[in-house]
């Protein structure tokens, strides 16, 4: 058996290293790409939104490429990633790529037992022993946390860097050594030693850079090539910026912290109460957060057609005047092209900028 | 005297606001009674027409698909002559099932677009339990100072009347008879979907839409699935269209749906990937939509019935 995945940011590393502790073989689909993007738009109905017809165009990939399962996660909820599956395997099924198909749903929805079942059929129906997933899967978690944490930092003082460029590097090999190594132990020793090259990398603390929050709809934020690479380019551009939303952060809420979760979801606010699906209250408290550390502006991205965030850039206006904070909608589909989309966000930081020299309020 | 009585009784008369878009189509019935029940003193938006559309287009987010901006258009107009302006936010359906998530967060869409704070009744509503709808309508009751035993009362009234009320289209003696698939607001909103329905009849066609097939019959299509799924809209359409096709009582479906709706993307897509070589128009509206476009592609497609009908 060999198991494939859609591609969801950097959770490829993670399947990766897990796979490799449990001695499962895995296809792993090149990362998203135009050719996926093509593919994938061909065979999905027109009207999806992106992170969809990127799917299909992994999978099939993979299945050429010699995968025969398909692992999904699909958590009900009032959106489409729930859906997703049955299209996904009705759309692939029609064109010939045909796959044993495991959805990886909540226990909420299907029950501990039945889940279990399906993750354990992922080893084949072997008995493997829980606890070595268990254990496996605990120091994957710790693998992504600390490789996050190196990134975030990584974002944020890439803007004040003497030599430009040099902190994108060392993320860059870090992910990639990571991607290659061994097994956990190795990719923890290479985490560790990038994050002392780190801070060896000398930084010129009297600038004063641009802060800005990234947030929006969660694929969009984590897949580089649906953004077009806009944290590439942001620290290109010297700004200082943040994303909560990470493969780490996610499994947090699913499996490691329902229940926090379940108690932050109730948090009220002054803008949206309600959960409307998918990650839409997050994306308002994430404003309000960035207020709080006063950050110039927010960006929420989202795909075209995406239903909650619509919800949530819809009350973006009124966020933006009674906080004060400036935001940026960014609406992504596959025929943006990509010069203009970067004109607005460079827009978008210039008066960030000048707004910064000029205006000057305490804080 | 009197005139003076009257006058005061204007000026105290609380006034609410019910915006005629989305559900009302399906809830009709039920707000009716239960307003009427109560006395209370209600303005409802008129059917939806140009100036409805243009003031929706003017203030909803422009990548929200024709029915909200429609359901904005209805709560601009009431905006300026209501104290209370009803805006549902509706979580969980009759059966549990989900709902699109633009339904979940209308107030905050509608608030922020027709820039209204204050006197908006946005509590949430769980349909699929009635501790929940009476729970919802006793809040109501007490923003509008209405004593508790006349809410459950009116509340036991629209409840019968609105079971009492057939829902759904099953026309006969048609030539032909289509499923017609899509949302109760794209399939009864006459200007949203010009006369859709009118028009099918002047061609022969009669109709069936997804109310009049049984949650049972649904409930076995969906069951081959490898997730349930969970929305309300999918699984009507899906269900419904799929047994109508196998039952043989159609020539065809027709599909009214609005630009950008995420769930119709995939009920469209699932049922054409399911029913095979079968006649299945799709139908996709927005504010720009033109009636000669929708006039020609019923034409051809009554047409092809016709063909199919002969050999
Ligand atoms: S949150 Fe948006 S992008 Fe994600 S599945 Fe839902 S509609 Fe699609
Ligand atoms: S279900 Fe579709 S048509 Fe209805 S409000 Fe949601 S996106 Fe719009």
Redesign the interface.
Known sequence: MKITFPHLGDAYIAINLLCKEMDVACVIPPLNNMETLEKGSKYS?????LPFKLMVGNLMTAIDNGADTVVMV?S?????L??Y???L???LD?NGYYAH?I?L?TVHDVGVRELLKRVGSIWGGEKRSRLKLLRAFKGVYKVIKSLESLETEIHRLSAYEVEKGKLKKILYKCKGDVYSSEGIQMAQKIIEKSQKQMTQVEIDKSKDPVKVVLTGEIFSLIEPFSNQYLEDKLMEMGVSFFRRITIGWWLDITLVQPLKRAKAMKKKNA??N?????Y?KDTVEEVIQAKKDHCDGVIQLLP?????E??????M??MSEELDIKILTV?FDEMNGEAGYITRIEAFIDMLQRRKKYVLYGY | MNLILLKLKEVFSIKVGIPGGLLYYRYETFINTFLEELEIESIFSTETNKEILDMGVSC??N??CLPMKIFHGHAAALNEKCDYLLIP?I?KCENSE?????F??LP??VM??IKRKEGVITY?LYLNRNKEIKHYLRKIGKDLEIQENKIMAAYKKAVNNHKLQIQGIKDQGYRFTIFLGGHPYNLYDRFANMNLIHKLHSYGIGVITEERVSDNEKEAEIKP???K???LF?KNNYGAGKYLVKDQGIDGIIYISS????I???T???LK??IGEFPFLILKIDEHSGEAGIDTRIEAFADMLERRKLH
């Not at chain 2, 630009?259 to 995420?262: L, N, Q, R, T």
């Open positions: 109905p027109e009207e999806i939104c699909s009900a909820g009032p959106c489409r729930g859906e599956g049955d299209l395997k009705s759309i029609k198909w959805l749903d803008f949206l309600y959960c409307v699906g998918g839409a075209l057609g995406c239903m909650p619509i919800v949530a850039k819809s009350i206006p009124d609406v | 909803c987010v990548d929200a936010r979580m989900s709902i699109c998530p633009k979940c967060g905050e869409m922020s677009g949430p699935l490898m997730k799924p969970y929305w999918y630009f950008s709706c995420g119709d993307s995939i469209i897509e699932m990937n399911d």
